[in-house]
């Protein structure tokens, strides 16, 4: 239909909110071996504190030889709540010198890090180069950035998407393929991309068919309610790979 979804945020005193450095002993958690460390701006925006413990535990990562990426996941309601979009920009620039490899869309880019570029609204959704013109700019103003991935969607109605997503790696850069979506739920595909990706890199795959596994997974988790995945591993294979919704038996 026509009617766009709204998030309201409930998080308030929550467990997760009242995350401060100190609280975790990564020596102790990161002991057996860590690969990669993920967090994202969602966490970062819930108080005053929260940002300070994603430092903390990237630069613990880090000590270890470990990846380290953030998804911005911008949500202004969220900084509202601590301070506006000025501390958000501000606590995020502190958070992205410390990050690896970077995942978000045009305007967690623009608002997340004050990256000048076209305006969202106006720009076509599916134009990667707009995205690649963002990440060189974005890249020149942290060099210790050595991937920024995003998915690209153009929503035609609340249930119709057009989906593909880009990859920017050390230099080179990467675009899937594009399809259209049924959309049950769109909350969490951003998020399943951005593990489809992670999964590819870690186990070795090509940057191309890891872009290919995040934007499968991502398309993959639009289609079940909840933002949580119901996917199996052949299921997002197979449409990396060029499957259908043809039957398998």
Same mark, same amino acid.
């Not at 860590?34 to 967090?39: A, D, G, N, P, T």
């Not at 639009?222 to 294979?237: I, Q, R, Y």
């Given at each position: ?11 308030a005193?929550?467990?997760g909110?009242?995350r401060?450095?100190?609280? *975790?002993?990564?020596?102790?958690i990161?002991?057996?071996g860590?690969?990669?460390f993920?967090?994202?701006?969602i *966490?970062a925006?819930?108080?005053?504190t929260? %940002? ?8 613990a990562?880090k000590?270890?030889?470990?990846v380290?990426?953030f998804?911005l ?11 506006g979009?000025a501390?958000g920009?501000s ?6 010198k ?9 305007e ?8 000048? $570029?076209?305006?969202v609204?106006? %720009?076509?959704?599916?134009d990667?180069?707009? *995205?690649?013109?963002?990440?060189? /700019?974005? !890249?020149?103003? *942290?060099?210790? !950035?050595?991937?920024?991935? #995003?998915t ?5 109605? #609340? ?6 997503a ?9 675009? %899937?393929? #594009?399809?259209q979506l ?8 951003g ?9 590819g890199?870690? #186990?070795?795959?090509a ?7 995040g ?7 639009t ?8 996917? /199996?591993?052949?299921?997002v294979e197979?449409?990396?790979? $060029? ?7």
């Amino acid at each position: 239909g026509v009617r766009p979804p709204v998030v309201f945020y409930n998080r308030a005193n929550e467990a997760g909110a009242m995350r401060k450095p100190g609280d *975790f002993d990564w020596k102790s958690i990161m002991a057996g071996g860590v690969k990669w460390f993920h967090s994202g701006g969602i *966490f970062a925006a819930l108080s005053e504190t929260t %940002s300070q413990t994603i430092i903390e535990g990237m630069q613990a990562a880090k000590a270890q030889g470990a990846v380290t990426s953030f998804d911005l996941n911008y949500r202004a309601k969220l900084w509202a709540s601590i301070g506006g979009d000025a501390k958000g920009q501000s606590v995020i620039n502190d958070i992205v010198k410390h990050v690896d490899c970077l995942v978000g869309n045009e305007e967690d880019l623009q608002k997340g890090l004050g990256i000048e $570029g076209q305006d969202v609204e106006s %720009s076509s959704k599916l134009d990667p180069q707009n *995205f690649f013109n963002l990440i060189e /700019k974005a !890249v020149k103003k *942290f060099p210790n !950035v050595k991937m920024v991935a #995003t998915t690209l969607r153009e929503v035609h109605s #609340t249930n119709r998407h057009d989906w593909a997503a880009v990859l920017w790696l050390d230099g080179k850069t990467y675009v %899937s393929p #594009t399809c259209q979506l049924d959309v049950v739920d769109r909350i969490g595909g951003g998020d399943g991309f951005a593990a489809g990706l992670i999964y590819g890199l870690l #186990t070795g795959k090509a940057p191309e068919q890891a872009l290919r596994l995040g934007w499968a997974h991502g398309a993959l988790l639009t289609t079940f309610p909840g933002d949580v995945t119901m996917a /199996k591993l052949p299921e997002v294979e197979a449409l990396a790979k $060029g499957g259908s919704a043809r039957v398998q038996r």
